[in-house]
């Protein structure tokens, strides 16, 4: 079975300042790793994914992510934040030879202040 | 191009009434999600259809919850009778086919049971 654990349910930042959201997974198998942002009253919106190859993976709105295998983290990162990054963010996991079934964490309200 | 609709955004219902939510997907995508989204926590998958198919029901509590996708298009999600433990947000989200595709996710219903 696998398991997503998202290490902090609150984080608080200032604006411009950097950022990091962290997401530990647990998996006997090969992995697929997805971050997603839910704003409020809105559904889920992809940031980024792995699936293979450079374990650096650049999304959108100047979010990224590494892949550590051995330390199976899979931790988001902007080096500086907005306002409008202000939101609930998702890690989720699938196994590479699964057809779609997303395993996701219990998610990490990003709050920026001015 | 249009995302995934929902309706309705918000229902509130007496426990032990019948509710009914409904998804259109994106045009073209074959494969179907419906989430079930408690207060602070991740989405949880509840069935997953490849076309009309269902093809992954595991999570769906059978004796009040049922689904439909019968012309492999929109689908629906009923549960009859609601119990207070039923208030929550329901997502769908809709991909090209499983595996490492982005699942696309309406707004959700909120539904909550007095």
């Known amino acids: 079975a696998q398991s997503v654990t998202q290490l902090d349910s609150q984080v608080p930042v200032f604006e411009e300042a950097p950022v990091e959201l962290r997401c530990n997974y647990s998996?006997?198998?090969?992995?697929?790793l997805f971050w997603y942002v839910q704003y409020p009253n809105q559904g889920l919106q992809l940031l980024l994914k792995?699936?293979?190859?450079?374990?650096l993976v650049k999304g959108i709105n100047g979010f990224e992510a590494e892949f550590n295998k051995s330390q199976t983290s899979f931790h988001l990162r902007k080096p500086s934040v907005h306002i409008s990054d202000t939101a609930e963010y998702f890690c989720?996991?699938?196994?590479?030879?699964?057809?779609?079934?997303?395993?996701f964490g219990q998610g990490t309200t990003l709050q920026v202040k001015p | 191009e249009a995302g995934v609709v929902q309706s309705p955004r918000y229902k509130i219902i007496e426990k032990k009434q019948p509710v009914a939510f409904w998804c259109n997907p994106i045009?073209?995508?074959?494969?179907l999600y419906w989430y079930l989204q408690n207060l602070g926590q991740g989405p949880e998958l509840l069935i997953r259809?490849?076309?009309?198919?269902?093809?992954?029901d595991s999570q769906l509590p059978k004796d009040r919850f049922s689904a439909e996708r019968l012309k492999g298009v929109d689908s629906t999600l009923k549960i009859q009778p609601a119990e207070l433990g039923d208030s929550a947000v329901y997502l769908c989200?809709?991909?090209?086919?499983?595996?490492?595709?982005?699942?696309?996710f309406g707004p959700g219903t909120r539904l909550t049971v007095l």
């Open positions: 989200a809709s991909s090209l086919r499983g595996g490492d595709n982005e699942q696309f």
């Open positions: 998996s006997s198998v090969s992995v697929y």
């Open positions: 792995y699936l293979s190859g450079s374990t």
């Open positions: 989720a996991v699938t196994s590479s030879g699964n057809t779609g079934k997303l395993i």
């Open positions: 045009s073209g995508h074959n494969t």
């Open positions: 259809y490849e076309n009309e198919e269902a093809v992954d």
